[in-house]
């Protein structure tokens, strides 16, 4: 059954309308930060100008907020995944009955409001420093990175553990019975297979960290991140700043997302040349038997 030419148009206006209703906001973003009026215009286009882009550089709490994002995020990083490997494992060698609960523990920090999370990571952690005498932990960067942390570890298991389901058991047997210790089998076969998913992991703990506000406005005390700042220059009124801010997010993500798929169709690449050079050398081999 083919599509007659009123659902042909219909699809395509319908295809218009979502990449207009999803880009179309960037695009705005993106031309305000290069108009010259002080507050964020795309039409009409008075003149343009890269000198916003200089500003958001010379601002000082703009810059100490994204080294302080940033921070947040690589520690965040540091700690969700290795987590979340163990996390996943665990699910996978605990006893069948016993999964339902401990994925239902596990995954009960994401479907915790972020306010309740923060709040309740201060409110712990204050208490225990109070007790131990130790103001280590009572610092607004690590009790945002415990925070982020609690339920960010969670997405990351969940990565993982879908990438761990089709994993072949039968090669960690096969490398015990050859001889190799259970530290060797998973830093040679498991980790290896387990590359992808750790990496996606990681970036996806980072951006969820690097755009949490709601468990960060109460975690981050006095320090500040991109996002309180951002917050707080909202209220009080937006201006280009902020346009060009986003316009370098995306576009590094972008470049991000390009350069991901290149590698990633150039190993792909690889791959089938190291299939087909394999199927050749077994087809040689084959014929070079000779037939009886």
Same mark, same amino acid.
């Given at each position: 059954?083919?599509?007659g ?6 699809f395509?206006?319908?295809i ?15 031309v ?5 009026p ?11 100008t890269?000198?916003?882009f +200089? ?33 996943a ?6 006893a069948?009955?016993?999964r ?10 994401v @479907?915790?409001? +972020? ?7 201060v409110?712990?952690?204050?208490e225990?420093?109070?007790?131990t ?12 990175? @415990? +925070? ?47 590359k992808?998913?750790?990496f ?13 506000y ?6 981050i ?28 997010i ?28 394999a ?6 081999e ?7």
């Amino acid at each position: 059954m083919t599509a007659g030419p009123f659902q042909r148009v219909m699809f395509a206006l319908y295809i218009a309308i979502f990449f207009v209703y999803l880009l179309g906001p960037l695009v705005v973003m993106a031309v305000s930060a290069f108009n010259t009026p002080e507050y964020p215009q795309v039409w009409p286009i008075e003149g343009f100008t890269t000198g916003w882009f +200089g500003k958001l550089f010379a601002d000082r709490d703009m810059m100490e907020g994204f080294r302080t994002s940033l921070l947040i995020g690589f520690l965040v990083v540091c700690i969700s995944v290795p987590i979340g490997l163990a996390g996943a494992i665990v699910m996978t060698q605990i006893a069948p009955l016993a999964r339902s609960f401990y994925y239902l523990v596990v995954v009960s920090p994401v @479907l915790t409001p +972020g306010i309740i999370i923060g709040i309740s990571t201060v409110v712990f952690w204050r208490e225990l420093t109070t007790v131990t005498s130790t103001k280590f932990f009572y610092d607004g960067v690590i009790l945002t990175v @415990l +925070g982020h942390a609690s339920f960010i570890s969670a997405y990351c298991m969940l990565i993982i553990l879908a990438r761990l389901q089709r994993f072949d058991r039968s090669q960690e047997e096969a490398a015990l019975d050859l001889g190799a210790s259970y530290p060797q089998v998973f830093r040679h076969i498991l980790l290896p297979f387990l590359k992808p998913a750790l990496f996606s992991a990681a970036v996806l703990a980072f951006l969820s960290s690097f755009e949490n506000y709601n468990t960060t406005t109460f975690a981050i005390l006095s320090d500040k991140t991109l996002t309180t700042v951002l917050a707080g220059r909202v209220r009080q009124g937006s201006t280009p700043t902020i346009s060009a801010l986003a316009t370098i997010i995306v576009a590094v993500t972008l470049c991000a997302a390009l350069a991901y798929e290149l590698i990633k169709r150039r190993e792909d690449q690889r791959g089938r040349a190291r299939r087909a050079e394999a199927a050749r050398a077994e087809e040689a081999e084959l014929a070079s038997i000779p037939a009886e």
